[in-house]
């Protein structure tokens, strides 16, 4: 390798590093502001004393080693699909080789990770702001309308997309990493009895002589510690697992460490803490407002990233079937993965503000944080064996040995959360199981739709062609259509789509130029250039015009512009349609559902929330941005049950 490639690789990867910190760390960066505290001034009502201060400030050394270094930096990111990470990357893996129970939890676990999107922005900002009180009780009335106004503003800016501010985001949170570690080492050294925590025989002691109840309570409050895990998970396709590996070992886990050390040292020296705010409390009072204006900023970056992140979950959602048709606007035109949902943005938006409404401060909200990740983290480790057995060639045995001992990690955590149920922790769960019942059944619905259009009585494209030579007349219909199918059509003696059945059956006519599209997407993240279309030519006839199939592919993670591949195909007239969009005409049909025969109350259910979702989400030819430029023509198709 030429050293001037060896220089470009590594400025490449440092970039990446840095934008890994800024994306990827936002969450798990943000936690000092309100993990320690609950831990020390929650529920539990903690002495503190000597032991207990190092015993839990161990325990939460070694929860952020075990759990996000070892299990997520070392093994989880280790299982990629194509490059992508997430829980839909672990869908697509197991999809075929996994059990039902484990997709089932995959699928539960996505819709959790929405619950923890509403939460995170409302406890981070909220929990920023509160840094003001800190400095003066003056602030206090300005909490939560200040925290409201920042939040309106993030969700507001949503649809400019993320392109201009993203490039400020890794050197702020890099600022916000160094800052926390700075003043964390500060007060280290100046209460150096603290680094006993790094002996984990502290932590072992606490637990053993803490009250069971006491020390579940204080699990749950540890589990803040380890939210964002899943983050840097889910953004593995974005950087890769070198520049997520390298800004964590460099940067993130030693300012945590410094920040969490030094949070105890503060508590073990005796001072004063203002307001029950440790992390504040450890910041020389001359920079306590800058700390609080970059605190205010790293919390609006991590908010950013993990609704960000929702959009990008619903988007994969959405292109491996498990949910309708969203409107997706792409903010920029370079990067295709930077995109928008209006319905994702605003329910999130709306959700934040009721939470911040009604727990009023991060130690209420924090009560109901943890549970939805608690429960994700658990359903990754249990998927994670399946990956081990299945790709990574272990035997049953080895997988066990491998997972268990997180498995059984994640599983205590997630018992200690659940005492958080009735405080709040049923929200993200009430948010996850809806999103599961929802996708469920979409999923049921769709199935249950095409088996009808199956058992239609369509022609093939044998007999479609052959009343297509027998027609005089070709002008009855338009020049050259494009006929959406929910089929790749391959062969001959293939169904023609129902809707072009019906068209014929309704007006007797055909087009010169016919055009079978189908849209199909792949299980992995995303298809080569090589593989983006493929064409099968049934007729040609200078005079009777043509029938052609046209399969376009795209992978789980790409942008779904159909325009754009028929626009290349025309251009390179691989099919006969004009290059003018204006001149293009694609049929497309909507089902139309009456219920007529079904007794079972429990269909009755399904079928109404299908019908309900099916007329107020997008239809497949306005998800693939058909009509925008190009005529369309609709035909209706009932469905009688």
Not at 161 to 169: L, N
Not at 246 to 268: E, K, M, R, T
Not at 369 to 391: K, Q, R
Not at 401 to 423: G, R
Request: aromatic residues 12%.
């Amino acid at each position: 390798m030429k050293k001037g490639d060896t220089h470009s690789n590594f400025k490449k990867l440092l970039m990446l590093s840095l934008g890994a910190i800024g994306v990827v760390y936002g969450d798990i960066g943000t936690s000092p502001l309100y993990a320690v505290n609950q831990i020390m001034f929650g529920k539990a009502n903690l002495v503190h004393n000597t032991q207990n201060i190092i015993g839990s400030i161990s325990l939460v050394i070694w929860a952020l080693t075990i759990v996000i270094t070892i299990k997520y930096i070392i093994l989880v990111l280790r299982a990629d699909s194509d490059g992508e990470g997430g829980v839909f990357a672990l869908y697509s893996l197991l999809s075929k080789r996994g059990s039902k129970l484990i997709i089932m939890l995959l699928i539960l676990a996505a819709g959790l990770l929405l619950g923890d999107g509403i939460i995170t922005p409302a406890i981070s900002i909220l929990s920023a702001v509160e840094g003001l009180k800190v400095a003066t009780s003056a602030f206090e009335p300005f909490i939560i309308p200040l925290t409201l106004i920042i939040l309106t503003m993030l969700f507001f800016c949503q649809s400019r997309g993320t392109h201009a501010i993203g490039k400020i985001f890794g050197p702020i949170i890099t600022l916000w990493f160094i800052a926390i570690a700075s003043f964390g080492l500060y007060r280290i050294i100046q209460t150096p009895q603290i680094l006993h925590a790094v002996n984990p025989i502290w932590a072992i002691q606490f637990i053993l002589h803490t009250k069971i109840h006491t020390l579940l309570i204080i699990l749950g409050s540890v589990m803040l510690v380890l939210t964002g895990g899943e983050a840097m998970y889910a953004d593995l396709g974005h950087f890769g697992k070198n520049p997520i590996r390298i800004s964590w070992f460099v940067l993130v886990y030693p300012a945590l460490l410094l920040n969490y050390l030094g949070q105890g040292a503060y508590l073990l020296s005796g001072s004063k803490i203002i307001f029950g705010n440790i992390f504040y409390s450890l910041i020389p009072i001359q920079f306590l407002y800058p700390m609080v204006i970059l605190a205010t900023l790293a919390t609006i970056i991590a908010s950013q990233a993990l609704i960000s992140g929702a959009f990008s979950l619903m988007s994969q959602a959405l292109t491996l079937g498990l949910i309708p048709y969203l409107k997706i606007i792409h903010t920029h035109h370079d990067h295709e993965g930077q995109i928008y949902i209006p319905f994702i943005n605003w329910a999130l938006y709306v959700g934040c503000i009721i939470l911040v409404l009604m727990f009023r401060s991060s130690d209420n909200l924090a009560s109901a944080y943890g549970l939805a990740v608690s429960s994700v983290e658990l359903m990754t480790s249990i998927a994670m064996f399946d990956i081990a057995y299945h790709y990574w060639r272990l035997n049953r045995i080895k997988a066990l040995a491998l997972f268990i001992p997180f498995v059984l990690i994640d599983s205590i955590l997630l018992t200690s959360n659940s005492l958080k149920f009735f405080e709040g922790g049923f929200i993200p769960l009430t948010i996850g199981f809806f999103v599961l019942g929802l996708m469920l059944i979409w999923k049921w619905g769709r199935k249950t739709v095409r088996r009808k259009f199956d058992s239609y009585p369509s022609m093939t494209v044998r007999k479609m062609i052959e009343i297509k030579k027998r027609l005089i007349d070709l002008h009855t219909a338009p020049h050259s259509v494009i006929v959406l199918t929910g089929k790749q059509v391959k062969l001959a003696d293939d169904k023609i789509p129902v809707l072009k059945q019906i068209i014929w059956e309704r007006y007797k006519s055909m087009s010169k130029h016919i055009i079978l599209l189908n849209v199909s997407v792949k299980r992995h993240p995303h298809v080569p250039s090589n593989e983006r279309f493929e064409i099968y030519t049934f007729y040609e006839d200078q005079v009777k015009g043509s029938v052609v199939s046209v399969q376009v592919n795209f992978g789980f993670m790409e942008e779904l512009n159909v325009e754009k591949v028929l626009d290349r195909l025309a251009k390179k007239h691989l099919i006969h349609i004009p290059e003018n969009h204006k001149e293009w005409v694609i049929e497309a049909m909507h089902e139309r559902i009456h219920l007529k025969s079904v007794k079972n109350i429990f269909d009755k259910i399904r079928f109404a929330i299908f019908k309900f979702i099916l007329r107020n989400t997008e239809t497949a030819d306005q998800y693939f941005g058909l009509g925008n430029k190009s005529k369309l023509a609709i035909e209706v198709f009932p469905i009688n049950y």
